[in-house]
């Protein structure tokens, strides 16, 4: 019944953010929440609806709220879920970046104004409009081999125009929910909770092993797709099987770091790939040696 629980409320917030809530008051945190973690969870709150809206907050905080009191969560795990997940649900598309030097130039008016220059995928700019734009410009940009293409993008306070335009590019947060990013963004977001779930069912030592695992995926372009690609190699070949119970990995943590450790910012993944083979081969051998006994 635990899983389906777990998936019954992945679920319902999947849902829930789709949907949206008319209710424009700020969310509050459960006197349940320790100090510590209604500290950063308090700051986080305010970070969402800087950046989406009170829904998404609340969202956060509703994600948040199950794991409070949860068996094998302690109060360390509880803060670094709320730490990870802020900076997960905060990611960084070009909404952001113009999102984040407006409030530079509001904070710090009179400090001098550079060109900020960012390359940006064309791939993760499309995808940060509407999916009903996006995807045929993606089909085009795919035929065109244009899809990685890294272009430019100039996110300047210099001149009356340049702010214009990055007010006009924040404003696009308004239509951040129906982008291709923000659903990839919303799923992740839910597998990696629902994977900590599992942890704590499965193999309750490597649940912070797994919390962590968020850090790998943060960022924009290159950088960011091959650490996303890094994260689900890892869950999809040592996490996912190990709490299916088709791996024996005793020390799924240790796997986990094992892992990491071997990721390089190559799109082939090959270091990668070799290094979990390598536990996957230890961990089929001790399944094997086990059955025989």
């Known amino acids: 019944?635990?899983?389906?629980?777990?998936?019954?409320?992945?679920?319902?917030?999947?849902?829930?953010?789709?949907?949206?809530?008319?209710?424009d008051?700020?969310?509050?945190?459960?006197?349940?929440f320790p100090e510590a973690v209604a500290l950063v969870a308090g700051e986080a709150i305010h970070l969402l609806i800087e950046y989406q809206g009170?829904?998404?907050?609340?969202?956060?905080?509703?994600?948040?709220?199950?794991?409070?009191?949860?068996?094998?969560?302690?109060?360390?795990?509880?803060?670094?879920?709320?730490r990870l997940m802020a900076?997960?649900?905060?990611?960084?598309?070009?909404?952001?970046?113009?999102?984040?030097?407006?409030?530079?130039?509001?904070?710090?008016?009179?400090?001098?104004r550079a060109d900020d220059i960012r390359k940006l995928r064309l791939d993760e700019m499309v995808e940060a409009l509407p999916a009903v734009v996006a995807e045929p410009v993606l089909d085009v940009l795919n035929w065109l081999g244009w899809v990685r293409k890294r272009v430019s993008?100039?996110?300047?306070?210099?001149?009356?125009?340049?702010?214009?335009?990055?007010?006009?590019e924040a404003?696009?947060?308004?239509?951040?929910?129906?982008?291709?990013?923000?659903?990839?963004e919303r799923n992740w977001v839910e597998r990696?909770?629902?994977?900590?779930?599992?942890?704590?069912?499965?193999?309750?030592?490597a649940a912070r092993a797994v919390v962590d695992t968020a850090t790998m995926v943060q960022g924009y372009g290159d950088a960011y797709r091959h650490g996303l690609a890094d994260w689900h190699a890892i869950i999809d070949e040592l996490a996912k099987p190990t709490f299916e119970g088709t791996l024996q990995l005793p020390d799924l943590a240790g796997a986990i770091a094992e892992a990491r450790s071997a990721a390089m910012p190559d799109p082939r993944q090959a270091a990668l790939k070799r290094k979990i083979a390598e536990i996957r081969a230890r961990g089929t051998s001790r399944g094997a040696d086990a059955a025989a006994e």
């Open 153 to 168: 993008i100039h996110f300047s306070t210099a001149n009356r125009f340049s702010i214009r335009r990055l007010k006009i």
């Open 54 to 82: 009170t829904a998404y907050a609340r969202l956060y905080v509703d994600r948040l709220r199950r794991f409070v009191g949860k068996p094998g969560v302690d109060e360390a795990m509880l803060l670094e879920i709320a």
């Open 25 to 32: 008051s700020i969310p509050h945190l459960p006197a349940e």
């Open 171 to 184: 404003a696009l947060k308004r239509w951040r929910r129906y982008s291709i990013r923000y659903s990839r």
């Open 1 to 23: 019944m635990g899983v389906f629980a777990d998936v019954r409320e992945s679920l319902r917030y999947l849902f829930a953010d789709i949907i949206g809530e008319q209710d």
């Open 192 to 205: 990696w909770l629902h994977m900590v779930d599992r942890a704590l069912a499965k193999q309750p030592a």
């Open 87 to 112: 900076m997960r649900m905060s990611y960084e598309d070009a909404i952001r970046i113009a999102q984040l030097k407006l409030l530079e130039l509001e904070a710090y008016p009179d400090t001098p």
